[in-house]
């Protein structure tokens, strides 16, 4: 009899300890809804006027023109630079894959046994050895002149440093100490130089 009335006796408090649990959580949640009510009506009163800044019209004007004078200008068309992509048909020898050609004409080149520095070396030409004289192609990666069967093929990751004598492209190759190979450009030299320039 004593067990049963105990057993009760812890039912009923903790029914009336969830009770008054959660009565306080009710309280409080309409209290915060109620805030926050309150709040954003508070906020938002039609009667209360909203206060505008108005500027002075030399001032926006000032605004505007340092705005203007942070963004660059564009540049006319003809200033823009770009590298040309060339669409051939033919097949060209010693390119695989989808390589961008951006350079088609015709060249010779040579080849020069010389230890100098490009800065310092002179073109006489009773010391150039030819090479091949044929078509030429300047790719995203390669410089390419053939002729037949004699393909020549230059990695332009490979050239260590080079430099233009008239329509000469004299180049040093890495790894390469003995000899300088020259290429003469025979059309469009200008084109050549601008994307030979732009792809290294």
Known sequence: MFLAFLSLTVVGVALLVAVVVFYSKKDVLVDTVQNSHE???????PNRPIPVQESDTAEKDAVRQQLKSDVPEKRNREEV???PILRIEEAIPGLKGRELIHYAGTGTLYSLGSTAELEKLEIKSDELELVV???LFLTSRYIIIYSGDIVKKFTI???ESFRFSGAHLIMKRKRVKTKKDI???AADLKGFKYI???LT
């Open 39 to 45: 709040l954003i009506v508070h906020d938002h009163a």
């Open 81 to 83: 630079e770009y590298i």
């Open 133 to 135: 004289e044929g078509k």
């Open 157 to 159: 990751a490979t050239i």
């Open 183 to 185: 290429l003469k450009i």
């Open 196 to 198: 030979l320039h732009a």
